[in-house]
Nanobody, 125 residues
């Protein structure tokens, strides 16, 4: 089974930045689409960003586009989410996910097969 280990969450003031990391196990990391999702208490999990296996295609939710950047380093089996200009509305548990399916929209949590444990991001005013 693929294991995903997340890090980089924390407390930051509005306007600040954080970089989340997700380290994946296995030799086939480069074959997976990787995504980031987030969930705030009492709210549904929502799509944040995703990146295809080759790194040539990226996807962003409208709420984070222009502020967040997703990238991956296949040599390190790691995907990153650089978060700039953070807002209180970004406060949530952020989880990374992996999908090896060929035909996916990248935006639905049901399309992903493996999930990390989640890391808390808290943005204060």
């Amino acid at each position: 089974q693929v294991q995903l280990v997340e890090s980089g969450g924390g407390l930051v003031q509005a306007g600040g930045s954080l970089r989340l990391s997700c380290a994946a196990s296995g030799r086939t990391f480069s074959s997976y689409t990787m995504g980031w999702f987030r969930q705030a208490p009492g709210k549904e999990r929502e799509f944040v960003s995703a990146i295809r296996w080759g790194g040539d295609s990226t996807y962003y939710a409208d709420s984070v586009k222009g502020r967040f950047t997703i990238s991956r380093d296949n040599a390190k089996n790691t995907v990153y989410l650089q978060m700039n200009s953070l807002k209180p509305e970004d406060t949530a548990v952020y989880s990374c996910a992996a999908s090896r399916r060929l035909h996916i929209t990248t935006r639905s949590s049901s399309e992903y097969d493996y999930w990390g444990q989640g890391t808390q991001v808290t943005v204060s005013s």
